[in-house]
């Protein structure tokens, strides 16, 4: 060290007690002279940059990093002090930097220093975490697209009947195959509809509901055919498409398709069969692409034998038949759809969701539901609105139902009910074995008897079994 900066180091007056403050810090230290070359390197610079002081003291910093990307010269050109500033002196080095130059007694340039303090395995890890947390989002983007933007996830619960109803439904939903939906009212046959129309090749098209219920007998040509301008009294001069023909690229969705007039069916069959609509005056007729799903409450086999639906329709619509099972078949699925709705109407109305007792819970497992899904969100609405307490009992459970309500005081499956008396006993003797072998594991004993806990309740129940 020849030049003055090296003469002021080594003449002052603690040079021990400073080179031992400057080895135990632990950011690296740099302290170049107007020369550019490097009079201190401390051994924290050492184990930064993996240099030995031996071969970069009294030397160039230049011959060890970019001069375009170096601090301390830039520092030293500038005469700017730097503070806490972000820097990258090398491809595998991210550091924090304070920098400043040195002057001596008469103001004159005689050096810059630098202070660096090693963020490396921060920034490794801070791009680690970015990485890991975009593939989670993506992960979470995926399982959200694949089971909450399902359309069969609007079809809410896990039960097995459900579930197999839904396996059918997207199958039917990968094709064009007019589909038969079966099931009481209030089971959700629209929503499946139009959850096959959803996961369809033709989601982009319109999906038009019909209820041929609802719609006037006097009307039931025009609304679903459409006319020509002029075609009849009071008809608009420009004509009116018809619903199937508003469905063209899409889906037409006709509810309680047993209630169409035969009249109408010999139409509508034309329709399937042809692909060509004709509106009331037109003699041309017009291709239309038309996916077709019915529905209905009804026995349609039975309206068949008493003439009043067509059996040529009938095979016509059935090509994918699925029933939409009630909610009385599906008892698994109540606590989560009444949670559901409890949460739902209570956001509406700005109201704390109230809680469902144990056993007023038992209750609603046992009851019914003759208007199934409908009728439990219905239920689940005026708990919300009426209730003034923050817990709903049995007693509060039995004012809010019917007063007729239906019970199951047996089991859940109607069809039990009809069986032999023997197999009743059988029945009875094989859950009280398999309850003595599981030492009253009620949920063992279910899963080896291959029914749900709330089915062995209601049996246990009916035979007088209290284990």
């Known amino acids: 060290m020849t030049n003055l900066l090296a003469e002021v180091i080594l003449l002052n007056p603690f040079p021990y007690y400073l080179d031992a403050v400057l080895a135990a810090e632990d950011d690296a230290i740099t302290i170049i002279n107007q020369d550019m070359e490097v009079i201190y390197w401390n051994e924290a610079a050492v184990k930064t940059y993996n240099i030995q002081q031996p071969d970069i003291l009294n030397k160039p910093i230049t011959d060890f990093f970019d001069n375009d990307n170096l601090m301390v010269l830039k520092v030293l050109h500038t005469m700017e002090p730097v503070n806490n500033a972000y820097h990258r002196p090398r491809r595998d080095k991210h550091v924090v930097v304070n920098a400043v130059p040195i002057m001596d007694n008469d103001n004159q340039l005689i050096g810059a220093l630098s202070v660096e303090r090693d963020i490396t395995q921060i920034v490794k890890l801070n791009d680690n975490l970015e990485t890991t947390s975009a593939e989670l989002n993506e992960l979470r983007q995926k399982v959200y697209t694949n089971h909450e933007e399902s359309p069969f996830s609007k079809l809410k619960g896990n039960s097995l009947p459900l579930q197999q109803t839904i396996h059918i439904a997207r199958k039917a939903a990968k094709t064009d195959a007019t589909t038969l939906i079966l099931g009481e009212s209030g089971t959700g046959k629209e929503i499946c509809a139009r959850a096959i129309h959803e996961a369809s090749n033709r989601n982009n098209g319109p999906f038009i509901p019909v209820n041929c219920g609802a719609i006037p007998s006097a009307l039931f040509e025009s609304e679903l055919f459409g006319y020509e301008g002029g075609s009849f009294t009071g008809a608009e001069k420009k004509g009116k498409a018809g619903k199937i023909e508003m469905a063209d690229g899409g889906t ?12 109408m069916q010999v139409k509508l069959l034309r329709v399937l069969q042809e692909n060509t609509l004709y509106r ?10 038309v996916r077709f799903i019915a529905a209905t409450n009804q026995n349609l086999e039975q309206l068949m034998e008493e003439k009043r639906f067509r059996s040529d329709l009938f095979y016509r619509l059935n090509v994918i038949q699925l029933t939409m099972p009630p909610l009385r078949y599906r008892v698994d ?11 739902h109407f209570s956001s509406h109305y700005q109201v704390p969701v109230p809680v469902i007792e144990k056993d007023a819970f038992q209750l609603l497992l046992q009851y019914n539901w003759p208007g199934n899904i409908r009728e439990l969100r219905n239920l689940m609405e005026r708990i919300v609105i009426l209730t003034e307490k923050s817990k709903i009992t049995k007693q509060d459970l039995i004012n809010y139902l019917p007063n007729t309500s239906p019970i199951r005081t047996q089991t859940i499956i109607d069809a039990n009910n009809s069986l032999p008396q023997e197999k009743e006993i059988i029945e009875k003797q094989l859950i009280e074995k398999i309850l003595n072998q599981t030492n009253g594991n009620k949920s063992e004993t279910a899963k080896r008897l291959g029914i749900s806990r709330v089915t062995l309740y209601n049996k246990m129940k009916k035979y007088g079994i209290d284990h």
């Open 333 to 343: 699925d109540i606590p989560e759809l009444a949670d559901m709705f409890l949460r």
């Open 252 to 263: 037409l969705f006709l509810d309680e398709v047993g209630e169409l007039p035969l009249e």
């Open 280 to 289: 009331i005056g037109d003699s041309q007729g017009r291709q239309v692409d």
